[in-house]
């Protein structure tokens, strides 16, 4: 088996602690070696120098053991360890212990990577954080059934997110929002069905990979290439804050990553319910939730919580007169249409066929032409329509 370039920055570590070879002037780590928190430019530098690893400062007093792309801006993470229980600033350090076991230590917990052991003696490579990825996929790096992708909680922030990728049960790679309070699969879209669009369900071996020239193939047969295609660019598939997956390239000399793939119709404003009743979700960049023009939200921390009206509309439905519209271009609440739909009426006929029905809550036209009206008995799944834009990383 190709032993993946990923591998062989801990591998590094643990073949060059039995000579006394450097890199880079770097310090390598030996055994009995540590790596402290406190020294920031203590890092290990992968062989051909494409990845560093280390501690990575992720707040005020807080770090933890990282590995990011050597050239990239701002460090660009590739993998950390334990990114929800940060380490603390002081006294924290990564040992290589006799035994070939990298450990943790912080305060007077120690935490034992037992995943992060890195070769034997007979050179079996049996290191596991390949499994464990956080929210990016490496050339070469196998996503299995046992993989899971999830996204950073917001940009800069660390902590898991709530966006992830992996197989499904139907042995299908799909995008799905797992939050406290819901969870919606929003890529690919559950109509057209994943025959479709193109997907194959029956291929139970769940494995999908993207190679060096930046081809991507997946079990399911999600295939697609970088539009940079070939070998040398170094590239990332990443599920990024937004809920989007993207597939990257870095510019060597700048350091700023160039968007080289992104899946069509995907869209993380998608998720069902995430702004509850009334919301609407629009981009700013990352899927926002706000309420029509007067309405207020009812739970900022919560948005599935939705928004209120400025008014009781149990009482004002006794009395049609009172009632009016408001017009919210470019938006869909999608789902929940009445049994009344119906095209090639007017925008009044459809107002008033609205009106007439006190389950109507508000009506969708679509004002191409067709006359399409379709009244809502619920507004829910709200959702401004935009242009999809790379992110700015
Ligand atoms: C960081 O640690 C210092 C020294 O222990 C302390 O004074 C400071 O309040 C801490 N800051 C945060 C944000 O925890
Ligand atoms: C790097 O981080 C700084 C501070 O957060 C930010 O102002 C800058 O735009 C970032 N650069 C890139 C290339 O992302
Ligand atoms: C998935 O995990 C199971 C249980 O830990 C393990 O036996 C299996 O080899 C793993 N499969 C892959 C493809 O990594
Ligand atoms: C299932 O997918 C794997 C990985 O892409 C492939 O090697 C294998 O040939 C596929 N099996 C069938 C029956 O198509
Ligand atoms: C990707 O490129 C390879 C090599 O040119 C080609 O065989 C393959 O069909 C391409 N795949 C897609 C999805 O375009
Ligand atoms: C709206 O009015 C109805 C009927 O008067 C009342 O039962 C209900 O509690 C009111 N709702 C709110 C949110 O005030």
């Known amino acids: ?39 920031e430019t203590n890092v290990l530098v992968s062989p051909d120098g494409t990845f560093s690893s280390g501690f990575y400062k992720v707040g005020a007093n807080a770090s933890c053991y990282s590995i990011w792309f050597t050239n990239s801006a701002n460090k660009t993470i590739v993998w950390m360890a334990n990114r929800d229980k940060p380490v603390s600033k002081r006294g924290s350090k990564l040992t290589l212990h006799g035994s070939g076991n ?10 034992y990577t037992r995943n992060l052991v890195l070769r034997n003696q007979a050179k079996r490579v049996i290191w596991q954080s390949f499994d464990s990825p956080t929210d990016t996929l490496l050339p070469t790096q196998p996503l299995t059934k046992n993989t899971t992708l999830v996204s950073m909680r ?55 990979i993207l190679d060096v020239a930046g081809q991507f193939i997946s079990s399911d047969n999600m295939q697609f290439n970088a539009s940079d295609y070939g070998v040398g660019p170094k590239r990332r598939l990443t599920v990024d804050y937004d809920g989007i997956l993207r597939l990257y390239s870095l510019h060597e000399s700048t350091g700023l990553w160039k968007l080289s793939w992104l899946p069509d119709s995907v869209d993380a404003c998608r998720v069902q319910g995430l702004c509850g009743e009334y919301g609407i979700c629009t981009y700013k960049p990352q899927p926002t939730c706000t309420c029509p023009s007067g309405f207020s939200l009812n739970d900022p921390s919560d948005w599935s919580k939705g928004c209120s009206p400025p008014f009781n509309l149990t009482q004002l439905t006794q009395d049609t007169s009172k009632l009016d519209f408001l017009e919210l271009p470019y938006t869909d609440y999608y789902g929940y249409d009445m049994a009344t739909y119906t095209r090639g009426i007017s925008f009044e006929a459809c107002r008033n066929s609205c009106l007439m029905h006190s389950s109507c809550l508000g009506f969708g036209y679509a004002l191409d032409g067709i006359g399409e009206c379709y009244p809502k008995s619920l507004l829910l799944n709200g959702y401004r329509f935009r242009m999809l834009r790379a992110s700015s990383m």
């Not at 880079?24 to 402290?36: A, F, V, W």
């Not at 992996?166 to 690919?188: A, E, M, R, T």
């Open 102 to 111: 990298l450990v943790l230590t912080f305060d007077r917990c120690t935490w």
């Open 154 to 208: 917001s940009q800069g922030t660390y902590l898991s997110g709530f966006y992830n990728f992996k197989f499904d049960d139907n042995n299908v790679l799909f995008l799905i929002y797992n939050g406290p309070q819901l969870s919606s699969v929003y890529w690919p879209r559950i109509i057209p069905s994943v025959f479709e669009s193109g997907r194959n369900p029956y291929n139970s071996s769940r494995v999908a």
């Open 1 to 39: 088996m190709e032993v993946p370039k990923f591998l062989l920055l801990l591998l590094f570590a643990a073949t060059f602690a039995q000579s006394q070879e450097r890199l880079q002037g770097m310090p390598s780590l030996r055994k009995g070696n540590s790596l402290k928190v406190e020294e």
